[in-house]
């Protein structure tokens, strides 16, 4: 059974930081591409960063550029997202993602989400 648990979301004022994490499980996690997506009240889902399987690539909405950073640990079969500098257009719920082949089927995965609130 294929598992995407995010954690570290909160509350913090703007100029604050937070990590958040996904524990990955039931698929090949080191195969996978992984990636944050988030979602602000009465918008569309977007997705923030995203990271290649071989860990070598990443991609960020201009928006994050230079402010979050996404991570894995291929043992922990965890992705990471650092988050500095936030700002409260940063408000939303975070989804991890995961896409992975099963063969020549390309399955995506996603988390709960979990909450992230920046406000004074």
């Known amino acids: 059974q294929v598992q995407l648990v995010e954690s570290g979301g909160g509350l913090v004022q703007p100029g604050e930081f937070l990590v958040l994490s996904c524990a990955a499980s039931g698929f090949t996690f080191s195969s996978a591409a992984m990636s944050w997506y988030r979602q602000a009240p009465r918008k569309e889902r977007e997705m923030v960063a995203a990271?290649?399987?071989?860990?070598?690539?990443?991609t960020y909405a201009d928006s994050v550029k230079g402010r979050f950073t996404i991570s894995r640990d291929d043992v922990k079969n965890t992705v990471y997202l650092q988050m500095n500098s936030l700002k409260p257009e940063d408000t939303g719920v975070y989804y991890c993602?995961?896409?992975?082949?099963?063969?020549?089927?390309?399955?995506?995965?996603w988390g709960q989400g979990t909450q992230v609130t920046v406000s004074s």
């Open positions: 990271l290649s399987s071989s860990g070598r690539s990443t």
């Open positions: 993602n995961a896409k992975a082949f099963v063969g020549i089927r390309l399955d995506e995965y």
